[in-house]
């Protein structure tokens, strides 16, 4: 009994250490963000029963599963992120998994595989009155293409593809996904690897296209999102 105990509280330990390394990740990783000039203005946990005001369902079927966001098709935010003036660069970071079920599924076999694909996000997007937000905005497609390929598009036109096998979506593994527009350096992040960067002088920007989300192909879940703006000057201009 005293062998059981011992076990019993060596395990609580170590989860309880497990989540105080994630919150300190979390929080460094927040750090960092703000250090290098990024403000946090949007963060949702999902801890809730509805998917809630903030969101727009453009496509598909969203819902709040156990404290997550699940989903497939395209979700955008409801409102223009910052809200008010000036407008600003945007940067997402999400924690995404997949969550594909095969048809059939026996208890006592190995699970299937199963087809998961497009994980990914979009930043500066109009809202979905003007049209499709993957046309808009900037699209980065995580596992696209039937999870073969990471693609970049401008208002639907494609600015770079990255088809490395070691970069593409990994079935039930949690992936922390970081997308951003860096004052004209278009960056995306997966589990701290930096897929690809591109300058974009003439950046997609202003009130009109301020909107954030997401497009998934297959069922997702996502645990967290963080939104941060690098607002441009008061009096810069546009035109």
Known sequence: MKKSGLHLEMKLTGCLLAGCLALAAGAACAE?????????????DFNRKELGEDWQVVNGEWEIVDGALRGSGTLLTSKGIPADYPPGFQRIEYKAVTDVQPIIFFPDRPKPK??????????????SEAGAPTRTGYFFQFGGFHNTRNNLSRAGTNLITDEDEANMIEVDKVHTIVAENDQGKLRFMVDGKLIYEVDEPQSILGPDYDRVGFYFYTAAKVMDVKVYVKRL?????LD
């Not at 960092?32 to 949702?44: I, M, N, R, T, V």
């Not at 199963?114 to 809202?127: E, T, Y």
């Not at 000057?233 to 201009?237: E, K």
């Open 233 to 237: 000057a008061d009096d810069f201009d």
């Open 32 to 44: 960092e963000s703000e250090k290098d000039g990024w403000k946090l203005l949007f963060h949702d």
């Open 114 to 127: 199963v087809s998961v694909g497009d994980m990914g996000c979009i930043i500066h997007a109009q809202p």
